[in-house]
T-cell receptor
Framework: AQTVTQSQPEMSVQEAETVTLSCTYDTSENNYYLFWYKQPPSRQMILVIRQEAYKQQNATENRFSVNFQKAAKSFSLKISDSQLGDTAMYFCAFMENTGANSKLTFGKGITLSVRP | EAQVTQNPRYLITVTGKKLTVTCSQNMNHEYMSWYRQDPGLGLRQIYYSMNVEVTDKGDVPEGYKVSRKEKRNFPLILESPSPNQTSLYFC???????????FGPGTRLLVL
């Protein structure tokens, strides 16, 4: 079974600085998808970024980028120019590319606080 | 506006009293799923549906039922709620398998 590990429960960063959130996963699959979701205090789950495992190029979305290391099974999220609105819980998630179920397997999440 | 809606958003109930949490999407998505979120555990899948009348268990299905009679609706049914089902519940949908899933706003359930 796939597992997703987010070992840091909390992080803090100064506004305008850069922060990196770590995620590792375990799978025997070769093709799969990885995601970062943001959960602000409203509890809404918001997609931040998506990476297909067959793509070597790291995904980017404005201030958000990932460092995808397939051999190391690592998928970290870098937030540049941190803003107060980035304060939230962040979840790393994995989706396999086989079978009928498009289940997302989530890590435990990391709480990010952006300090003014 | 494309969205996934859930009702109710908050619910307090007592052990054994049947309840239903509704989920509806207006994007004509084929795939729908229910997750529960508990502190320190992330989100875990309860049930999913590939299309109308096609449903199957996820990782934590015990104590829950679902149905998919219409493409847009995917209600979650707790026939006899227990305190260990106190949680934050999310419905999600996607156009088809392997596509990005869009989440509803969540339903916070407290079972006394």
């Amino acid at each position: 079974a796939q597992t997703v590990t987010q070992s840091q429960p909390e992080m803090s960063v100064q506004e305008a600085e850069t922060v990196t959130l770590s995620c590792t996963y375990d799978t025997s699959e070769n093709n799969y998808y990885l995601f970062w979701y943001k959960q602000p205090p409203s509890r809404q789950m918001i997609l931040v970024i998506r990476q297909e495992a067959y793509k070597q190029q790291n995904a980017t979305e404005n201030r958000f980028s990932v460092n995808f290391q397939k051999a190391a099974k690592s998928f970290s999220l870098k937030i540049s120019d941190s803003q107060l609105g980035d304060t939230a819980m962040y979840f790393c998630a994995f989706m396999e590319n086989t079978g009928a179920n498009s289940k997302l397997t989530f890590g435990k999440g990391i709480t990010l606080s952006v300090r003014p | 506006e494309a969205q996934v809606t859930q009702n109710p958003r908050y619910l307090i109930t007592v052990t054994g009293k049947k309840l239903t949490v509704t989920c509806s999407q207006n994007m004509n998505h084929e795939y729908m799923s229910w997750y529960r979120q508990d502190p320190g555990l992330g989100l875990r899948q309860i049930y999913y549906s590939m299309n109308v009348e096609v449903t199957d268990k996820g990782d934590v299905p015990e104590g829950y039922k679902v149905s998919r009679k219409e493409k847009r609706n995917f209600p979650l049914i707790l026939e006899s709620p227990s305190p260990n089902q106190t949680s934050l519940y999310f419905c999600a949908s996607s156009p088809w398998g392997r596509e990005t899933q869009y989440f509803g706003p969540g339903t916070r359930l407290l079972v006394l």
